[in-house]
């Protein structure tokens, strides 16, 4: 169901307006002189709505015109991703995408993608960018990544990995561990983060890869045990975390860089000038201290393209990325 709803009624807002605002940024042509849709392609809740209602309440000032949320959930962000593809190339349908909208569904939904996002969309900035994170039970013996590894080729498949779906962030990073591991730790696929988390509390399943803040908590109280982020680098933007390496120190060559960042794109055919503007609209606010401050508890960081190229020429490597995890895990949701 679709629902539209302007941040300013929402408690995630409250406490913003007393920040200081960005000076308005217009074009020639008065652009925009109507509110602006901003399509979430998933339903509300979540960090992906959570982010698209900060940016519906920090973009307005930068503009000189509101933004109004719009939830289109469904196909895994293709329904949101679609809609915007095909609505009028004026810069006032916005998306807010995803890594898998963006990169990794054309390779997961071969057969039924509606929409290419590098021909069918225009890019105009990132917003943020996060990683997932390893945990496993604490009541497991194992204290590091290495002695996770051993224990697997110890015993291939008898150790167990709970994500959130098949095709997910979390089971595309599992199948690239496997593969440059040389392990067959054993995918258990889940229908939501929320109910593996509950069976890897319980001790059902072994381990876990998961988005960084439904995890901390558990991590926080001793609950699981931190082993490694799925990104190639080290993550410094949640203290807890400093200390946990990431894939480039522990699988070195094996290009395992499992990113999981939004950003914001328009219709293809948008004019230029219009691209322009609210590129740097998004990149003023992706800049603010006001918008770190509210990302990071999400377990993100702010990131902004220096221009609406630099963005598409990260799209066009991310999509390949994404095209070998989701060749590395075998998954196919078509």
Not at 32 to 60: H, Q
Not at 248 to 254: D, I, K, T, V, Y
């Amino acid at each position: 169901m679709t629902s539209r709803r302007a941040l300013l009624a929402t408690p995630f807002a409250a406490g913003l307006g007393t920040l200081a605002a960005p000076s308005p940024l217009r074009a020639q042509d008065k652009f925009p002189d109507r509110p602006i849709r901003l399509v979430v392609p998933f339903t509300p809740g979540g960090a992906v709505d959570l982010t698209g209602r900060l940016l519906a309440e920090m973009l307005p000032p930068a503009l000189g015109q509101s933004l109004i949320v719009e939830n289109r959930g469904g196909a895994g962000g293709n329904l949101g991703g679609d809609n915007v593809a095909k609505s009028p190339k004026d810069g006032y349908s916005l998306l807010l995408g995803t890594a898998t909208i963006l990169a990794a569904n054309k390779f997961l939904f071969r057969k039924s993608m509606p929409f290419d996002p590098i021909t069918d969309l225009a890019p105009v900035s990132r917003v943020a960018t996060g990683t997932v994170l390893l945990v496993v039970n604490a009541d497991r013996p194992w204290k590091s990544f290495a002695e996770l590894i051993a224990a697997a080729k110890e015993k291939p498949g008898r150790i167990t990995m709970g994500s959130s779906g098949t095709g997910a962030v979390s089971h595309l990073s599992l199948a690239a561990v496997n593969k440059a591991a040389g392990v067959e730790i054993t995918h258990v696929p889940y229908r939501g983060g929320a109910p593996a988390i509950q069976d890897l509390l319980a001790g059902n399943i072994d381990m876990m890869f998961d988005v960084i803040p439904a995890l901390m908590p558990h991590v926080r109280e001793g609950r699981f045990r931190a082993l490694a982020v799925g990104s190639a680098q080290r993550v410094t933007y949640v203290p807890e975390l400093r200390d946990v390496p990431g894939m480039a120190e522990l699988l070195p060559g094996s290009g395992i860089d499992a990113q999981s960042w939004y950003g914001v794109m328009a219709p293809a055919g948008t004019p230029a000038d219009r691209i322009a503007l609210l590129h740097r609209a998004v990149r003023e606010v992706a800049q603010s201290d006001a918008f770190r401050a509210k990302m990071e508890p999400l377990g993100f960081a702010p990131v902004s393209d220096a221009s609406p190229a630099a963005f598409a020429e990260y799209l066009r490597a991310q999509e390949q990325v994404w095209k070998g995890l989701v060749e590395a895990s075998g998954a196919t949701l078509d």
